[in-house]
DNA sequence: TAGTGGTCTAGACCACGAA
DNA sequence: TCGTGGTCTAGACCACTAA
């Protein structure tokens, strides 16, 4: 029942004025800085320093002469999404087959993808995806394997993304490109559609800490997915 | 040859502080704060101001018990691009021929995305657009007029975030979705490819300042265009 | 040991907004 | 007029890094 044993004065007060905001309404107004003063028996700098880091943050929003208030919530930035968590945003139960899982040689492709030299070691894995158990993609990763050693051993995880988040390498930054073409004989086979019907071709270049750690080419069934962006800063 | 008649000291030092470190490498040092005190004979306090501005802004990293440095560059959010700067970047040649260009009462998808009411007034431009002389994509976009009074009389212009821009109605964030289809008669008639030809679907909601101010749907050809995108928050 | 950034104090004066 | 946030002072002690 006791708190951290040396809690900082202005983090204390930040996640004092955090909790007391939560949930507020934007415009709601916040403690004010002689208020916190009073309550927390600290210098107005300290408080300041609390504030400051949630109005950074995009929670409060000053206004001279009147006040601090809650911020209307700041548009997200966007967040890479792995295809679990997109088919299950779309209410559609993801499922995952595994066609292949092996370590490889580096091709020029993926080596340059990578950041890699070629015929270094990469870990390819291809899956086939459904969501609400019909084939909806079909997915080739790479992966560094450098970065992410015991991975093949340690069986495959369900989601990719889980698994390199809990490596700490889970992308935050990609480099997508995305083009329409006709589906080959081979995809139309797995993915269960006519050869030349038309599928979205979908590249990756995932980062995370400025390392490239997951190079994928997917291919979607037209007629099933149709993908969603959302893009720009903050509003 | 007067500077600012009154301008703030953390300001004084924080400009101070960038231009001292505008174009050096990342890593190299900035000055250190009591340097800073001595220097401009302020108070510690002030010129951590000057300095927290900057490392929030992301040009300056601090580093207990070594110094302050110049920060890796952080990979800049996503700008929206509009065909122009896109075509312009690939160094390709954009030319755009209106099609259509008048007012029209909304439909209800198009009112919907534009958080419109259906019948209200909006401005329909249609255009082809070419890249090195080859069309590239055909474009309908729909925009708000009560927002932009006086854009069909104005001529139209060039580049359509151009002149939203001059109202300041840039659109900083998109709602984006792509799809691969196949090309309709009237499309492929437009487009010079072959009906049934592969081609990629895009519709985007822009909006600036939380104003839908532009909802466009426009039709690519598959075979010369990959679209390209930039996902996710800073580094 | 000397220098750095991190934290904190106890005040101060200012411009601005609301009443 | 009174309360608000914005700016600023002249110190202080701490933990950490590097020599």
Known sequence: MVTEGRALKHVQVREYVRSLVAGAAPGSPAPSERELVHRFGVARMTVRQAMDALVVE??????PGRGTFVARPRRAAT???????EMNRRGLLPESQ?????????GPGVARALSLTEGDSVIHWRRLRRADGVPMCLEDAYLNEILIPGFLQAGMP???????????????????????DVASEEE????????????LRHSRRGLAEDKVVEVSRSVYRADRFTMWVQLGQES
Chains 1, 2 share one sequence.
């Open 188 to 199: 139309a086979e797995l993915l269960e559609c006519a050869p030349g019907a038309p599928v």
């Open 158 to 180: 369900t989601s990719l993304y889980d698994a390199l988040d809990s490596r700490g390498l889970r992308p935050t930054w990609a480099e997508d490109s995305i083009t329409a």
């Open 79 to 85: 967040r890479l999404a792995s295809f679990t968590e």
């Open 98 to 106: 595994t066609l292949l899982a092996r370590r490889e040689q580096a």
């Open 58 to 63: 995009g929670l409060l929003e000053r206004i």
